[in-house]
């Protein structure tokens, strides 16, 4: 019970804007910490829902409204997951050795301005689909901080980890295997409500667009997959900084999928 609330703790500590614990982030204070991070994706989901709301009283044009929607989440996360995809996207634009792309992970705390470059990048395409979202998607895209939370902790709970040195997602893995994989089953089961509940708001449009829901669920899928790809072929492993990779461009790719159904004359 200790450790399941210390986790708790650990979790909206280091993965939102929550004052900071001065707890060590250690397999006693963090083994359940994988079951809580999924949670703050959902407090994201309801805030962007009332966002949507609320927004067309407040603004008269898209521009304020879409910038809200790329932008918030990130601030309510910390940077967190912004931090691991700046590192990647540094370490893979370096196009060096497998060893020295971890170095850049762990160690190098100058960013290139590449890594700059594709983050500017990344903010300027969200800005883009938010703005062009119905505010009937926004209530589907919204899953999106739920699923690439739940996704992220299934592939550290049951994927290799890379050779980091200092890494230490290593403590979010506890050493009893039950522990291990109810937390999968927990992650899982986020997924599939978040899914599940994405696929009924899609069909209660005044026209059902089932296909919005179904291609942001395949976005998703596709994008884990990519994450997986470019962690082993790079660094050998996923780490935390490939984490947050995964969880940047997921909430990226879902909203793109999304907007393309909504686009689809079909």
Known sequence: ???????????????????????????????????????????????????????????????????????????????????????????????????????????????????????????????????????????????????????????VLTVKHAPVTGSKIDAYVPDNNAAKWAQVIINAAYVIVSAVLMYKIACTYSVPRPSVAIASLIGAALCFVYYLIVSFKNFGGITEETGGFFVVLCEVIIPIAALAAFKSPI
């Open 1 to 155: 019970m200790k450790t399941l609330g210390r986790s708790f703790i650990m979790a909206f500590s280091g993965y939102s804007i929550s004052p900071k614990a001065s707890y060590e982030r250690n397999k006693e204070n963090c083994g359940f910490i994988l079951t809580f991070i999924p949670l703050i994706g959902a407090i994201i989901c309801v805030l962007i829902n009332r966002w949507a709301v609320l927004y067309p009283y407040a603004c008269d044009y898209p521009v304020l409204p879409a910038i809200v929607g790329a932008v918030v989440p990130t601030v309510l996360s910390a940077g967190v997951h912004l931090d691991g995809f700046f590192r990647t996207a540094d370490a893979l634009s370096s196009h060096k050795s497998r060893e020295d792309k971890v170095r850049i992970l762990s160690e190098d705390a100058h960013g290139g301005y590449t890594a700059i470059i594709v983050c500017v990048c990344v903010f300027l395409i969200a800005v883009g689909i938010w703005s062009e979202m119905p505010i009937d998607g926004i209530f589907v895209i919204a899953f999106a901080y739920v699923i690439s939370r739940a996704l992220y902790g299934i592939s």
